[in-house]
């Protein structure tokens, strides 16, 4: 038996969906075990292209048991959503290969309401938030004002919980923002049209991990976003509001006395950030413009361009500690192919002086990368399977990447689809 955590090394959208879809070949469980239906994981494969939200991405394997952990943020709305669109294109999903943890909290729909409106109340200093209700879901969590998804299976009861959180909820929209759109009738609209819909899914996925453990099954646990999100260790307050870090996986996932073998981080060829907040190396005008385009980079559910720059050496060598990772995977290093000097991020200048640490959020917004170059390889590698049929340049920007970060690279993709992947 094995245990494997897939996380993002740096500000999310690394590709951990594609590899997560790779990967599961050799796992019988995949586990989602934090964020919630704010995540854009693109899959393609030989049954189509999908952008997942919180459906674990081993959902297209048909021996895979997929589990939404009790550290998700399980919007039931969007969930069903989800599950329909992805079952039109003939993917299987029932009760039988995709779990939803008892212990998982609802999202509901006045975390969305409230999510808006505090991004408007912020103005021009807003988080940048995805507006799926995320912050205020996680608040409340912590606040002890929401509903398990173990509550649904006792129907009456669940009701009158929900009943109370809403006047509760009303009275905060009301007071502090104004808004009197909540009402307990769109709450049972809401309720009859999708909370009932999740229901089969619902069990002890803790009870069903402990087992899947115990048989020596293997498990895989994929993250959403990246360490520079992560609400304690990452860019405060540009972060998620969940811990994005492996080291969080069992505990997210319901089996909190598990020990973690191995750590795949995903690191992407160069960087890119969603949304606001400090991004050192970010890059504009033209050379930005060039990048983001060959790279596709607009997110994967609102649309939005996503900020870009270089390989940021001093981000990834953080993210890579704070997750543990014990190998690398990096990938778009197709997308850097048309470049003849690539730039790279080797270090921040902070106050007059050079570093090469991550530094405290607020020192963040005012550091200034430095940047050098290596020789770009100038052709198409989208095709190449093998390591030494990489050309020597390609070859020496991973080696240069692989001595920075001081971990191994050992998966290099060089395209969206599941075999455009060189394998060390
Ligand atoms: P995630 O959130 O970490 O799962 O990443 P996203 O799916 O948001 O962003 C990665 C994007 O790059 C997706 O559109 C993928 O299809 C695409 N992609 C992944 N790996 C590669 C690659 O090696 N080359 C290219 N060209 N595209 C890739
Ligand atoms: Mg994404």
Redesign the pocket.
Known sequence: MSNCVIV?VNW?????????DLLTEKYDVVVRYQGGGN??????NEKG?F??HLLP?GIFRDNVVNILGNGVALDPENLIKEIENVKEKGIKITPENLKISERASLLMPWHIKQDILEEDRLKDKKYGSTKQGIAPFYSDKFQKKTVLAGELLDDEKSIEHIKDLTKWKKLILENVYNDNSCSLGDIETWYRTYVYKIKPFICDTGEFLSKAVKDGKNILFEA???TLRDIDFGIYPYTTSSNTLSAYAPIGAGVPFLRIDSVIG?V??YS?CVGEGPFVCEMFGEEAEKLRT????F???TGRPRRVGPIDIVATKYGVKMQNATEIAL?????LSYMKKIPVCTGYISEGKKTDRFLFPTKLESAKPIIEYLDGWQCDI?KIKKWDKLPQKARDYVEYIEKSIGTRIKY?????ERD??IIR
């Open positions: 993002g999310g959208d690394e590709g951990k969906g594609r590899m997560v995540a854009g994981h693109t899959v393609i292209k952008a997942l991405s959403q976003l990246g995903v992407k060829a890119t060959a790279g596709a980079e997110g994967a559910k990938t778009k290093l197709d997308v989208s290099i993709s060089v395209g969206a455009s992947i």
